[in-house]
Structures are given as C-alpha cells and as structure tokens.
C-alpha cells in the first residue's frame, strides 16, 4: 500500500477507472500533475471540474488555476507548483548546435508551426501554417519547421506539407525547437510558456473568433498576453522582423502562465506530495511559496 500515488492523466484509462477508484476506497490520497496548461477554459475541458477523485492538483501557473476553477475545480485543490517539464529550460542546446545537428542552415531564420488537435483551434492555425508555407517555403532566406501535435499524429490528420517545409515529430526535441526558432506561429496553448522564458516572436492563431470557448475566456487569455504576442493578422510584419518582441511583456506572461523558472518545479510537485502522504490538507503546503 503506497503512501501517495501520482498520476498525470487522470481522466482517461487505467487511472480514471481503476487505480484513483482503488485509491479513494483505500484511503490513499492522489495527487495529479496537470497535464496541461489551459489557457482557455475550451469546451472539450470540462471534465477539470470534477478533480476526478484526486486530492490536490500541481499546476502550471496562476492561469491554469483560474481556468480550472472556471470550469468548477475546488480552488483550494489547486496548488501552484509550476511544470516539471520546464525544468531544464535552462539546458537546452543553443541555436548553432541544434542547426548543426539537424542540417540547418544558421543564416536562414527559422519559422517554426506547431500543430494542434482539436477542430475548433486545429482548423484557423492550419489556415495560418498554409498562408505561411505559401509565401516563404520557396524563399532561401528561411527554413519552415513543422511539428504537429502528438494527436494530429496519431490520428493521421496532421497538416499536408511540401517538401521544402522540415517535419520533426520528436517530443525530445521540443524545447531545443522553441529555443531555435526565429518565428513561433501556433495557438497559445502550454506551448506558449517556453516562447515567453525564451523571449521569442509569437503569433497566436487564437483569436476572438475561436468556437469552443466562451468570450470571456477568450479576452482574458488576449489581454493577459497584451504586448507579449502577435496576432495573425501582424503575421508577415514579424517574419519579415518589422515588428520587435517586448521582452518585458514576455517576462511578464512567463510567471503568469509558467510560474517560476528556478528548476526547482518538479522538487515543489515532490514536497506537496511528502505533505499529502500525511494525510494534510493541499491548502496547507507552502514550501516555495
């Protein structure tokens, strides 16, 4: 009988309908990793509202929390520790050698596209990522990147592209992307978080347009972005480098959406989880804070 168990998909397979139901009975307290970081309160995001049976959930970042309680999440279940997975943000290879390892170009810039899965958001980045490939895959002077997103993969609906556009698919990879790209065009989901730590030139494909989303959801993801992305209709003027990122507003959108950048996510998500195993309620931890 474990102490604590922790879970990072608790709404789907074996941890929704054995193992959290196995702990609940046993008294065992769970503790999710969100898996995500929603920036928007979508549609398809409803099942957040029921924690699914876990004790406490370590999120992402001040914004995560907000949208999970949005969709009725207890707020006090909601403990901000910030993502394992940033953790080595400060590791990742620099520019040159990620081009080197990948047969790139270093003087060509970079316009990376990273792909989503759900039709509301898939299908206005998809527009986007074609008006790009169209204009500037034949131009020299850049090297188009796509990656899609782990589902557009396996559910074989990932863009058509052309031969002079890269496709990279590994998740290990993901980060050095993102640090290497001149140019992110993508919808601001959790992607959005290592394009602010890295300062890097965004263009959000979410707009005020966008099914699947109350408009009030919608407007304060924009406004908490304000002057730390692009919209797309500003797309051209930032690849062509008209327009300069605000590194201020970026800093600014990293700790509200990323928290803290010190490394030290993954060690907060252990101490919350040494303090569940106790049988202590989440809204009593406060290491880190």
């Known amino acids: 009988k474990p102490d604590i168990i922790i879970v990072v998909t608790p709404h789907e397979g074996h941890a929704k309908y054995q193992l959290i139901p196995w702990a609940n009975r046993a008294g065992i307290p769970v503790l999710s990793i969100d898996h995500g970081m929603p920036t ?60 080197a390892q990948h047969g790139i170009e270093s003087s060509r810039k970079i316009l990376l596209m990273l792909g989503t899965h759900r039709n ?50 590994s998740q290990a990879e993901y980060l050095a992307l993102v640090k290497s790209a001149d140019v992110i065009i993508s919808p601001a989901t959790s992607v959005i978080v290592p394009a ?30 304000d002057g730390a992305v692009f919209s797309s209709e500003k797309m051209h003027d930032v690849v062509m480098g008209n327009v300069v990122v605000n590194e201020g507003a970026c800093e600014t959108a990293f700790k509200k959406f990323g928290y803290r950048r010190d490394g030290l996510n993954g060690t907060r998500v252990v101490s919350l989880a040494r303090h569940l195993s106790t049988g202590e309620l989440p809204e009593g931890w406060t290491h880190g804070q």
């Open 196 to 225: 602010m730590a890295f300062s890097k030139p965004f263009i959000n494909t979410i707009s005020m347009d966008c099914k699947g989303a109350s408009e009030e959801s919608l407007e304060r993801l924009i406004g908490s972005l």
């Open 40 to 99: 928007v309160a979508w549609s398809w995001g409803v099942y957040r509202s029921s924690m699914m049976g876990c004790t406490a959930n370590a999120v992402w970042s001040e914004v995560c929390k907000d949208v999970n309680v949005e969709f009725g999440a207890p707020a006090e279940k909601q403990i901000i520790t910030g993502a394992p997975s940033l953790d080595r943000l400060n590791d990742v290879v620099e520019r040159d050698v990620f081009c």
């Open 120 to 169: 509301e958001v898939k299908i206005p980045a998809d527009n986007v990522f074609r008006e790009i490939i169209d204009t500037y895959a034949e131009d020299d002077s850049y090297q188009l990147i796509y990656k899609p997103h782990p589902v557009e993969i396996a559910k074989g609906t990932s863009l058509d592209i052309s031969q002079q556009v890269m496709l990279m698919t």
